[in-house]
């Protein structure tokens, strides 16, 4: 036991940011809260916003979640507290500890090696999982800013396999016998979903400087797009709409705040680009902490917008805020909001496949996953092997998957991260209290202990198929670490740590 809770020396992980071989330190402050806004806004407030709102059912019409309604502000507001908690020690953390990993770096220093791979494995549900949703999302949105135009691609071409088995709609459903069929299996597979993913691991390849330059554009865009969709929106409140006001009680919005917590989760990815921070001590703090703060308020005043506009029922659609606006007659603001959508999912793609690498990056630079997953590009100096690797496994899963169900799976694994990392900011402050903390949590121990309660609040919102999903990856996680992490650990052997060549 004692030698699965081996923490690694803070020292150490300072001294491997700073490795001639480590990557590149390219961003500042500015580039970190364009990458929290690129993260943040996108696939919860152009597509889950309307599953929170109106709730979601399933396939025989029974009640999977309960929906917010107009009280989705309040869904907000509870994320944005429990979030902001996390946040604070997301940031103390990580001015310490400026190294690609993230949760998993945080908690190898602080609760050990055995925690510290179960974060690392988790974290693959946050980012990869979580763009399978996005992507898909984004094939939505695609598709509907074709049909404005007037060109319609086949369906069975632009829905996945999971998505027409568990859909509800008995149209979608029907494409299980509609489709072609090869050897009797329905061909239907998400082709806008799965080049998205390519273009993206692309552009990713081509250097941290580049990926930052384009999301900096992307975001740009969509914050015009947001401020249009809410001046538009403005002219068309029916404030009947907001009744009632919370149709479903505390349970809709605790049930729509699971949902949306989806949507939240970019200002973790932040902290993997520590290593590639410039004055990360400074930066890093700033990029968490002003990218959280402005995205709640971006999603507050559009949630109220959105639910003004159209009966609250009426938004469980894919593209909820396209459908707002043509309800309210502005067609043209329409396609506008859904080229909006694209550019803005495109970001999140951008930011989640930018992090997934660098955790894979940080285990195999510890010798918990063979040492090709920490190789550097010689010339664009980012984790290449990982970053194909990642965009290979999101593409082909968006080509068949279904979006529902990776949302909950990265919700539940994104919140046992924040509840460690809580937890990670209490053990360091015990074990190591003399360390110098560039940014220190106020009134530590509330914020921490308050964190972690609303973390696991928002986890016992969501279904009961998600944490046995959830048991069963981490059971999966477990296998891998004892055949193969716990014997190549570089903690228990004396090979020097280095950079990732």
């Avoid at 299980?176 to 799965?194: C, D, E, S, Y």
């Amino acid at each position: 036991m004692k030698s699965l809770l081996a923490r690694k020396p803070i020292s150490e992980l300072l001294i491997e940011g700073d490795h001639p071989n480590a990557l590149k330190r390219e961003l500042g402050a500015g580039d970190l809260i364009m990458l929290a806004i690129g993260a943040v806004i996108g696939a919860g407030i152009f597509g889950a916003i309307g599953t929170a709102a109106a709730g979601q059912t399933g396939p025989g019409g029974e009640v999977v979640r309960y929906g917010a309604g107009p009280a989705l502000v309040f869904s907000f507001l509870l994320l944005g507290a429990a979030c902001a908690l996390a946040a604070l020690c997301y940031a103390e953390l990580a001015s310490m500890i400026p190294q690609a990993g993230s949760a998993y770096a945080y908690t190898y220093a602080t609760l050990g090696e055995f925690v510290a791979w179960i974060i690392g494995w988790d974290l693959i549900l946050e980012y990869a999982v979580g763009n399978v949703a996005v992507a898909i999302s984004w094939g939505d949105y695609f598709k509907s800013l074709l049909t404005s135009f007037g060109v319609d691609l086949p369906v069975w071409l632009t829905t996945g396999y999971r998505t027409a088995l568990l859909s509800p709609d008995p149209a979608v459903h029907g494409l299980l016998q509609t489709a072609p069929h090869i050897l009797g299996i329905p061909i239907l597979v998400n082709i806008p979903a799965f080049a998205i993913v390519g273009l993206i691991t692309w552009l990713l390849l081509l250097g941290v400087r580049e990926s930052a330059t384009a999301n900096n554009i992307m975001v740009t865009i969509k914050l015009i797009v947001l401020a249009l969709f809410i001046i538009a929106g403005l002219t068309h409140i029916n404030t009947a709409n907001y009744h009632p006001f919370a149709p479903n009680g505390f349970r809709g919005v605790h049930q729509g705040a699971a949902i949306v917590f989806f949507a939240y989760i970019g200002f973790d990815a932040i902290s993997t680009a520590a290593e590639e921070t410039k004055n990360p001590q400074r930066n890093l703090p700033l990029g968490i902490l002003g990218g959280l703060a402005i995205c709640t308020v971006i999603y507050v005043i559009v949630g109220a917008v959105l639910t003004g506009m159209v009966p609250y029922t009426e938004l469980g659609v894919a593209d909820p805020l396209a459908k707002a606006l043509n309800s309210a007659g502005f067609t043209t603001v329409g396609w506008i909001v859904a080229l909006g959508a694209i550019v803005s999912m495109a970001a999140v793609l951008l930011v989640f496949q930018y992090g997934q690498p660098r955790i894979f990056f940080a285990m195999a630079r510890d010798g918990l996953l063979p040492q090709w997953a920490a190789k550097l590009h010689p010339k664009y100096r980012v984790p290449h092997i990982t970053t194909l690797i990642t965009g290979v496994f999101v593409a082909v899963w968006s080509l068949i998957g279904d979006a529902g169900e990776t949302y909950n799976l990265t919700n539940i694994g994104t919140l046992f991260a924040f509840a460690l990392v809580c937890a990670g900011v209490l053990v360091l402050r015990y074990t190591d209290p003399a360390r110098p903390r560039p940014f220190r949590v106020p009134f530590v121990w509330p914020v921490a202990v308050v964190g972690a309660i609303l973390c696991g609040l928002v986890m016992y919102g969501l279904p009961g198929e998600t944490w046995v999903r959830f048991a069963v990856w981490l059971a999966i996680g477990l296998v891998l670490y004892f055949s193969y992490g716990y014997r190549h650990s570089r903690i228990r052997n004396t090979a020097p740590a280095g950079g990732g060549q």
